[in-house]
């Protein structure tokens, strides 16, 4: 299993009348947890779409359990819990505040797709090679 680590710290733009971070916002939030999963891997999604591989989310689903507000320091936790092996893969991640209590559960499916002809693809070897070390530990 892959594990990674992403903080971002709620801008007043991203909250509405309640003081609350608005719901549409997470699906940014977890985007950015997910790029930077990637990086920390060795990897970015800019070398992906290089090599001729684009990854739609046809997946997302959130679960809010407590509100985030203006100006808190989230921790977007990540998770790849399988390897894929195939055209899906699967994020899950996991939103914290400060006070290290649980917030928002997402999970995010996305498809490997061949950039030119959108048909499914498979993970890329660079990132496969980045990627298998986690999930071949005895």
């Not at 733009?13 to 916002?25: F, W």
């Not at 936790?77 to 092996?85: A, G, M």
């Not at 917030?103 to 002809?117: E, M, S």
């Amino acid at each position: 299993m892959f594990n990674s680590e992403t903080t971002v710290r709620v801008r007043y733009a991203e909250t509405d009348q309640m003081n609350v971070v608005y719901h549409g916002n997470y699906a940014q939030y977890f985007e950015v947890a997910r790029a930077e999963a990637i990086r920390e891997l060795g990897f970015t999604y800019k070398e992906m779409e290089a090599s001729g591989v684009v990854m739609p989310i046809v997946e997302l689903h959130t679960k809010f359990l407590r509100p985030a507000k203006y100006d808190d320091l989230l921790t977007i936790k990540t998770q790849l819990r399988e390897l894929p092996t195939d055209h899906r893969i699967e994020f899950h991640h996991e939103v914290y505040n400060e006070e290290g209590k649980l917030l928002t559960i997402g999970r995010i499916v996305l498809y490997f797709l061949d950039a030119k002809t959108m048909a499914r693809s498979t993970m890329p070897e660079a990132l496969a090679q980045h990627v298998r070390p986690y999930f071949n530990k005895g």
